[in-house]
């Protein structure tokens, strides 16, 4: 058990429609990131957020967005959902300072109609 | 971030060892290797890190050679609860925030009776 935990964990989205994904991530992590995982693909990186920035993003549009709560819980947002949207999310926590080791959760499965 | 390169698939039998080798040409000094375990429809699980020469824990060990520019996890005696996609990184290891992480298509190993 990880102690990192996604909700939900499926939706069906319309396209155009609007989704929050939310994540809390385990005791005491300060950075939360998001990824993007495609069927038979591996994770691709959304960004990350330490003490409520943002803290480098990849390469997805502004309409992906996201949050992080003083409790070091996030949210992602993506707005204008595409069909090419339906993915795995997933998020990942970690403690800086004390290795390479990231904490995932089981994902949120995104479907957009 | 070193790019990873690993075989996109591997089979074997109960009670086998399995290596699974990663070739990172480009690590730089203060990359760290590290593998992670995905089962379908869950987040990746951290297996096992280091920088040289072995590592050894309570489910694989890593095998790093002086130079570092490849890595092979080994799983002994695997079971059938081993099939799954194996993920080789190499990540920073720094006192910076920026740890996202970059994913290849990782080694989808299938373990039968």
């Known amino acids: 058990e990880t102690g990192v935990t996604q909700s939900p964990t499926h939706l069906i989205k319309t396209r155009g429609q609007q989704v929050t994904l939310r994540c809390s991530s385990q005791s005491g992590h300060n950075t939360v990131s998001w990824y993007q995982q495609a069927l038979g693909q591996g994770p691709q990186f959304i960004f990350q957020?330490?003490?409520?920035?943002?803290?480098g993003r990849g390469n997805f549009p502004p309409r992906f967005s996201g949050l992080q709560f003083p409790n070091y819980s996030s949210e992602l947002n993506v707005n204008a959902l595409e069909l090419d949207d339906s993915a795995l999310y997933l998020c990942a926590s970690s403690l800086e300072g004390r290795g390479t080791e990231a904490f995932f959760g089981q994902g949120t499965r995104l479907t957009v109609v | 971030l070193a790019k990873t390169t690993q075989p996109i698939s591997m089979d074997s039998y109960e009670g086998q060892e399995v290596n699974i080798t990663c070739s990172h040409n480009n690590i730089a000094t203060n990359d760290y290797i590290t593998w992670y375990q995905q089962f379908p429809s869950q987040g990746p699980r951290f297996i096992i890190q280091?920088?040289?020469?072995?590592v050894t824990n309570e489910v694989a060990s890593l095998f790093i050679p002086a130079d570092r520019k490849s890595s092979t996890l080994s799983l002994p005696r695997v079971s059938l609860s081993d099939t799954a996609v194996y993920y080789c990184?190499?990540?920073?290891?720094?006192?910076?925030?920026?740890?996202?992480?970059?994913w290849g298509l990782g080694t989808s190993l299938a373990v039968n009776p």
């Open positions: 280091g920088y040289k020469t072995k």
């Open positions: 990184l190499v990540v920073p290891y720094n006192a910076g925030n920026n740890r996202k992480l970059i």
């Open positions: 957020y330490y003490r409520e920035e943002e803290n």
